[in-house]
């Protein structure tokens, strides 16, 4: 296991099922968890900065953070209002932007962020256009934080996670998982562990010369040919 005693680490959305995990992994690595809930209030784009400041207060220091709180709603688009589409952008896009800013007056050299993306940026779904755009763009403000924080000495990366497992999932949706485990090598949905370990790898000292990136964490589905 990696160890993380004495880091502290600000997780967003920790009320659902790929947060709570994630929150999970860091403290069995030893890190204290400053968990944050709360994914569809707007209040991450708005209250950032208090968020940031109380986790960093709760515990005198903030060594990363992992914008995980995200919403991925099921609507096509010749029917999208636009206020549907900000809807989702904000809590997507602007939600992590505004943390990121807030997180870096506190973050020290060798400072990690970390942006819970998803494989529709780059591999979209039916119904998903307002969501695979806000991860998109996700990755990309990403990179574009990675090379203005560098200089600083913070890293800013992503995890882009395949179909998770939840409660309930299997019964939902069969005819999907059923297509997911024939077209993943590896045959199997992911967990929120195997989230958590790609984001407590990325905060630790094991990628420090990783910045930039997106971590692909959906048991090899994107590498099946499509055509």
């Not at 220091?61 to 609507?75: K, T, Y």
């Not at 688009?77 to 943390?99: C, H, I, K, Q």
């Not at 024939?182 to 790898?201: K, M």
Request: proline share 6%; net charge neutral.
């Amino acid at each position: 296991m990696i160890d993380l005693s004495g880091k502290v680490v600000l997780v967003t959305g920790t009320d659902g099922t790929i947060g709570a995990g994630i929150a999970a992994r860091f403290e069995r690595a030893g890190a204290l968890v400053v968990r944050h809930g709360g994914t569809t209030d707007g209040d991450l784009r708005t209250q950032a900065q208090r968020v940031v400041d109380e986790a960093a207060a709760k515990h005198g220091r903030l060594d990363a953070v992992v914008n995980n709180a995200g919403v991925q709603p099921v609507e096509p688009l010749p029917g999208m209002t636009t206020e549907r589409w900000r809807s989702v952008v904000d809590t997507n896009l602007t939600g992590p932007f505004a943390v990121t800013q807030a997180a870096v007056r506190h973050l020290p050299q060798g400072g990690s962020i970390t942006h819970i993306a998803s494989i529709e940026g780059r591999h979209p779904a039916e119904g998903h256009a307002h969501y695979a755009a806000s991860k998109a763009a996700l990755i990309m403000h990403a990179r574009a934080a990675a090379l203005e924080y560098g200089p600083r000495g913070i890293r800013v990366n992503t995890v882009s996670p395949g179909l998770i497992a939840r409660p309930g999932i299997e019964e939902q949706w069969p005819e999907g998982v059923a297509r997911w485990r024939d077209a993943a090598p590896l045959s199997r949905l992911g967990t929120p562990e195997d989230v958590g370990d790609a984001c407590v790898f990325l905060a630790s000292g094991l990628a420090r010369w990783i910045t930039g990136h997106d971590l692909v964490v959906d048991g090899g589905v994107t590498a099946r040919p499509t055509w």
